[in-house]
């Protein structure tokens, strides 16, 4: 089979709307992926991805935003505060996958040893998305066996009493005995309400949802604040006005995020089959069963879109309002991201930056946190970069809080 690869930024946009191209990137995975919402195709996509959107309304983002993840972050915030040093490569795991386990609806009792429990299955179950990169492919059995055993051990640890108390819920629900708007909202409630029993849908596929849906949400967010700190410090040390700036100007922040989201997506490329033969968007003829790679940071490199210095992080960069500045890093067409808004937000301007309702997006939240308590490199360790995958992962990014750079009134 043959692999055409887009580079293009116009190309890959219009490529990843063509309804005749398979998702492809997790083929290497056989264990745990296949009837995730980023694997379906066709009718079977479209009506898992309409009852998970359906979790995402306007009442969750704020909820989240201004009531669930503050607690997140103050969880993780305070050992780091107390130690004045930390990980990034542990801090964005604890942080983002407290936020993300609660809109799957896993339960758990908000301690650090739960945490770093939920962590540890989910970074086995993290080589999912990225077997088909491995730079080792001989690793591949190893890591199947894996896939399964931490599937069972999160199942049995947090999937089954979360959905027993859920499905309690919903039968309290169903019998008038409490309000819809008294039921949790999260993945696994949405499921419950729209797919009652396991004929509706199998218990199995009902589990790996709730799975995929933490690693979705914590692990890209988790990859992209590391990157976005990297970047951030490196940036200060040119523009050390900026590191004030940020904090009082939201729309400034959110210009950071979508710049290091334009040159660091979560994944380096996506990929596609062709169910049939037909012509790209490119002028590119491709057979039925050819895999189609959009390798999107290079499309998000274009130097005709994105200027002659696109290989640089320069969160300034003046582009037109059809241009996204964080490029196709969450993505396009059928497939597209669903928890943008939650990991970045709307599109922030002076006129909705400072209402209260406005979705900043959980990355926003987390890096104002650091910059508040001075966020700086650890001058005794230095960050190194994991090799095993051609996805930009931090094996360690330390970081120090000094004093001399916080606020005056962090908390
Ligand atoms: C900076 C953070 C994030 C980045 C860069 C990101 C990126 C992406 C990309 C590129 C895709 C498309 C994959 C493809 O076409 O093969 C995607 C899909 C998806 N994302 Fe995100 N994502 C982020 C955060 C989140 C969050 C916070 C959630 C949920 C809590 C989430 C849930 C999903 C889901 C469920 C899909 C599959 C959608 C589908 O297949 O229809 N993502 N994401």
Redesign the pocket.
């Known amino acids: 089979m043959a692999e055409h690869v887009v580079t293009r930024y116009r190309d890959a946009e219009q490529t990843?709307r063509l309804p005749d191209l398979h998702?492809a990137?997790y083929d290497a995975d056989t264990v745990f992926l296949p009837r995730t919402?980023?694997?379906?195709h066709g009718e079977d996509?479209t009506k898992k991805?309409r009852i998970?959107s359906s979790v995402f309304n306007r009442r969750f983002f704020r909820h989240y935003q201004n009531h669930v993840f503050p607690k997140a972050l103050k969880e993780t915030m305070d050992p780091v505060i107390a130690d004045g040093r930390g990980d990034m490569a542990r801090f964005a795991y604890r942080v983002l996958i407290n936020l993300?386990a609660d809109?799957?609806g896993i339960d758990r009792r908000h301690t650090e040893a739960d945490t770093d429990r939920l962590l540890a299955l989910l970074a086995k179950l993290g080589h999912a998305p990225t077997m088909g990169q491995l730079t080792d492919p001989s690793d591949r059995d190893r890591l199947l066996a894996e896939l399964e055993e931490a599937l069972e051990a999160f199942r049995v640890e947090f999937f089954e009493p979360s959905l027993a108390r859920r499905r309690a819920l919903v039968d309290r629900h169903n019998r008038g005995e409490i309000d819809r708007a008294d039921l949790p909202q999260d993945a696994i409630t949405v499921q419950l309400i729209h797919h009652p029993t396991d004929a509706d849908l199998p218990y199995d596929e009902r589990m790996k949802d709730a799975a995929?849906?933490i690693l979705?949400?914590?692990f890209?967010?988790a990859?992209?604040l590391m990157n976005m700190v990297n970047e951030v410090l490196d940036w200060f040390e040119d523009h050390p006005e900026d590191r004030r700036r940020l904090l009082d100007d939201p729309v400034l922040m959110q210009r950071f995020i979508w710049e290091n989201?334009r040159l660091h997506?979560?994944?380096p490329i996506?990929?596609r089959r062709a169910l049939c033969p037909m012509d790209l968007p490119d002028g590119h003829h491709t057979a039925a069963d050819d895999y189609v790679t959009l390798d999107?940071t290079r499309t998000n490199r274009n130097t005709d879109l994105f200027g002659a210095d696109a290989e640089a992080f320069n969160p300034y960069r003046d582009l037109p309002d059809t241009l996204p500045q964080h490029g196709?890093?969450?993505?396009?067409?059928?497939?597209?991201?669903?928890?943008?808004l939650?990991?970045?937000g709307v599109k922030l301007t002076d006129d909705n930056k400072d209402a209260e309702e406005t979705e900043v997006g959980?990355?926003a939240l987390v890096m104002r946190a650091l910059l508040r308590h001075g966020i700086a490199r650890d001058p005794e360790r230095r960050a190194q970069i994991d090799e095993s995958t051609a996805r930009r992962h931090f094996a360690t990014l330390p970081f120090v809080l000094d004093p001399a750079l916080a606020v005056a009134d962090a908390a």
């Open positions: 990843l998702q990137l919402v980023v694997c379906l996509h991805k998970f993300t809109s799957a995929f849906f979705a949400g914590a890209t967010t990859n992209s989201a997506p979560a994944s996506t990929k999107l196709l890093s969450f993505g396009g067409g059928m497939h597209v991201c669903l928890g943008k939650l990991a970045v959980t990355m």
